[in-house]
């Protein structure tokens, strides 16, 4: 484990309780934790192995995928824009991205790609991804093949939230189109860079701790990992794992980003103390309390713009997001009462009860720190 930030030692030995009863629980390889309030990290440590074949252990500059986490950073962008009047989140989709026609109902929104409320299909995305060594491809036309396939709304548009990928996909064409500018661009300049993510971006840095991902299960599973994932992606046995190589995620948007554990708490950070951090304006408050506001029921979440919570949640203020994939399982929570935000980024396939875990932390007295 890596030296805290600002914790007494009860709460050290709490957090460090807690972490390592899910781990073993969740026979998790390794994990980086960071708490924050919304203008200072308060802890970020790692526990276990980065790299099991190596020994070398995950701390907190250890780099993770981060999937699914990205779209709270893509929302974010679609915001900023919102807010310099450079984006109407009423516009018709259709208006950005030609190919999701409307099918028998009325046209989705921008506001509703944000929500997961656009009708879109969300295919399973097993295969968007490639050897980290291998050149992206061009985004419009990985979008524009799978609106090939996809390109009417599944669901009724405007009803019951349903999480989409590819709603996000769509939602980072649209952004591009906005900014003038590639998507990537776009969220480097208007949000990693203000909040001073340093070591998060759309490709792994070079010489950085890096979180190996695995896959638990058994040997006999490591043959049908070859034939479901791209050529390349799927390494050695180690142990009772099967290790990924380095790879990276096809659609930005949805799930691109690649970073450590304490920019992701700058991010969340930034939502606690609603859309300004550390000086910089990111949002206006009101922009991001809008979209903490969880006003889509939905399965398997209520969604607000970006943020969701579980319906069985639905008494708290809590709101959280997500991001798992092969080798990788990641959560993010803010608690807006608490002042208190909290990711985990692990390098493990399964999800573990990452709820009980944040709970468990916010529960712990933070008040002389925050």
Do not use: C
Not at 66 to 87: C, P, Q, V, Y
Not at 107 to 118: I, N, P
Not at 261 to 283: C, E, I, N, P
């Amino acid at each position: 484990m890596t030296t805290p930030t600002t914790t007494t030692n009860t709460q050290l030995e709490r957090i460090t309780a807690a972490v390592e009863t899910v781990m073993a629980r969740h026979h998790i390889p390794g994990m980086s934790l960071a708490i924050t309030s919304p203008d200072r990290v308060l802890f970020a440590a790692g526990f276990g192995h980065a790299d099991v074949a190596t020994g070398a252990p995950a701390t907190e500059s250890t780099q993770y995928l981060w999937f699914s986490l990205t779209k709270i950073a893509t929302a974010t962008a679609a915001m900023r824009l919102f807010d310099l009047g450079e984006l109407d989140l009423n516009r018709p989709v259709s208006d950005f991205v030609p190919n999701y026609r409307a099918g028998k109902g009325a046209s989705a929104t921008v506001r509703q790609l944000l929500s997961h409320t656009a009708g879109a299909a969300s295919p399973i995305p097993v295969r968007w991804v490639r050897p980290a060594e291998q050149p992206a491809p061009q985004q419009r036309q990985f979008l524009d093949a799978l609106l090939a396939r996809h390109g009417t709304p599944k669901y009724p548009v405007g009803g019951a939230a349903r999480y989409s990928n590819l709603g996000y996909l769509m939602l980072a064409e649209v952004i591009a189109q906005a900014a003038g500018r590639p998507f990537t661009d776009y969220v480097t300049d208007a949000v990693l860079r203000p909040l001073k993510m340093e070591h998060t971006g759309f490709a792994y840095l070079p010489d950085r701790d890096v979180a190996v991902g695995y896959v638990r299960a058994p040997r006999v599973a490591t043959p049908v990992l070859r034939r479901l994932l791209p050529r390349g992606i799927v390494g050695q046995r180690v142990g009772r794992y099967t290790s990924l190589n380095r790879f990276l995620v096809n659609g930005a948007g949805y799930g691109g980003l690649v970073g450590n554990v304490t920019d992701a708490a700058r991010l969340a950070a930034l939502h606690l103390a609603d859309g300004t951090l550390d000086g910089h304006s990111v949002l206006r408050p009101d922009t991001a309390r809008m979209m903490r506001n969880i006003a889509a029921p939905g399965k398997p979440f209520d969604v607000g713009l970006g943020w969701f919570r579980k319906p069985a949640a639905r008494n708290t203020t809590a709101v959280e997001h997500l991001g798992a994939g092969g080798g990788f399982y990641n959560a993010m929570r803010l608690y807006p009462d608490l002042g208190l935000g909290i990711v985990a980024m692990a390098n493990t396939t399964s999800a573990y009860d990452h709820a009980a875990l944040f709970d468990s932390i916010a529960r712990l007295d933070w008040r002389d720190q925050s």
